[in-house]
């Protein structure tokens, strides 16, 4: 059985897998449309057709590096394998994309079984960050859980009224920090509120400046030691949200992140909004860190637990249609 069998056998044991369809639908036609073009003057794995492979790997927003780990690795194989068919590679280049993605040893998800588990969501102004937090929440109450929300992005004009607003919405608590004061502080607070009520999640909503990254590994570095002195062990994640549609800058972005702050995953956000879905595999290979949830749409319940078999199948769908 062939790598797109399997992702397809995979994909249909999903619940949520019409949402991966509708959610990756602009990056599918993107990236099926031009493999479809690569395939119409196919004579073989040649130097024109590799190149041609890395413009379309470019173009799907994997980025120069990894696109060119990928051309390496399909040439490769097209020669050992003695690959001939166009079908043969684009079954090579999935099962590549696949093995990229999958070759790193991911650590659970770091749940505390003592107390509250806490997580922390970093990220730049503009991500999705506040309404990813939002969703998260929406989505641990699916699953019978409890929450208790932390609004410290004390910074953003208008950041502590959009996660209580949210709170009231999805009726869990919210503890809110003062516009332009110590984040810390909201985070002490919510800790220890969510000692006392027995809740299973924190979910601390901080800032996201860019601008000093002293001041920002500053003031990250407080949240976690005073976090840690109300929950041992805490934070247990810390979730970086990407924009998708913000591409390789995104990446740029979470290298500075990853510079200041302990990261533990990535949530992307606002997927069905580009169609250059390429950007999970340069993660992963830029980065080294697993996306956690996906965001494939505007509702609440959009946002999904991530899974490479998915991904890859809604975004490869239309390149082969074997049964």
Same mark, same amino acid.
């Given at each position: 059985? +062939?790598?797109?069998?399997?992702?397809?056998?995979?994909? %249909?044991?999903?619940?949520?897998?019409?949402?991966? /369809? %509708?959610?990756?639908?602009?990056?599918?036609?993107?990236? =099926?449309?031009? *493999?479809?073009?690569?395939?119409?003057?196919?004579?073989?794995?040649?130097?024109?057709?590799? #190149?041609?492979?890395?413009? @379309?790997?470019?173009?799907? !927003?994997? +980025?120069?590096?990894?696109?060119?780990?990928?051309?390496?690795?399909?040439?490769?194989?097209?020669?050992?394998?003695?690959?001939?068919?166009?079908? #043969?590679?684009? #079954?090579c280049l999935i099962e590549v994309m696949h093995e990229l993605y999958t070759g790193y040893e991911d650590v659970d998800f770091h749940k505390n079984e003592d107390g509250p588990t806490v997580i922390l969501m970093v990220g730049v102004n503009g991500s999705g960050k506040t309404t990813t937090t939002a969703k998260l929440t929406k989505l641990f109450q699916s699953e019978g =859980?409890?929450?208790?929300?932390?609004?410290? !992005?004390?910074?953003?004009?208008?950041?502590?009224?959009?996660?209580?607003?949210?709170? !009231?919405?999805?009726?869990?608590?919210?503890?809110?920090?003062?516009?332009?004061?110590?984040? %810390?502080?909201?985070? @002490? !607070?919510?800790?220890?509120?969510?000692?006392?009520?027995?809740?299973?999640?924190?979910?601390?909503?901080?800032?996201?400046?860019l601008q000093n990254k002293a001041n920002l590994m500053q003031e990250l570095s407080k949240m976690r030691r005073v976090i840690e002195r109300e929950i041992p062990g805490a934070p247990h994640e810390v979730w970086l949200v990407l924009d998708a549609t913000t591409g390789q800058n995104g990446i740029s972005q979470a290298q500075i992140f990853l510079e200041t702050t302990n990261v533990t995953g990535i949530i992307l956000t606002k997927m069905d909004g580009t169609a250059k879905g390429g950007i999970v595999i340069a993660i992963r290979d830029l980065l080294g860190l697993p996306?956690?949830? *996906?965001?494939? +749409?505007?509702?609440? $319940? $959009? /946002?999904?637990?991530?899974?490479?078999? =998915?991904?890859?199948?809604?975004?490869?769908?239309?390149?082969?249609?074997?049964d």
């Open positions: 059985m +062939g790598i797109f069998s399997k992702l397809k056998q995979t994909f %249909s044991s999903k619940k949520d897998g019409d949402r991966y /369809l %509708s959610g990756l639908d602009k990056s599918k036609k993107s990236f =099926s449309e031009r *493999i479809r073009r690569l395939a119409l003057g196919f004579t073989g794995v040649n130097e024109e057709f590799l #190149e041609d492979l890395m413009v @379309v790997l470019l173009e799907a !927003d994997i +980025g120069i590096r990894t696109a060119q780990k990928i051309v390496d690795e399909v040439e490769s194989r097209a020669m050992d394998q003695k690959l001939k068919s166009f079908d #043969e590679i684009s #079954e =859980s409890s929450v208790v929300l932390a609004a410290a !992005d004390t910074f953003r004009a208008g950041a502590i009224d959009q996660l209580a607003k949210w709170a !009231d919405r999805l009726g869990v608590p919210c503890i809110k920090g003062r516009e332009g004061g110590d984040p %810390s502080a909201a985070l @002490v !607070d919510a800790c220890r509120y969510a000692k006392e009520h027995g809740m299973d999640y924190l979910i601390g909503d901080t800032a996201g400046r996306v956690k949830y *996906i965001g494939l +749409g505007e509702k609440e $319940d $959009d /946002l999904r637990p991530f899974d490479i078999d =998915s991904y890859l199948y809604g975004l490869c769908e239309d390149i082969l249609q074997h």
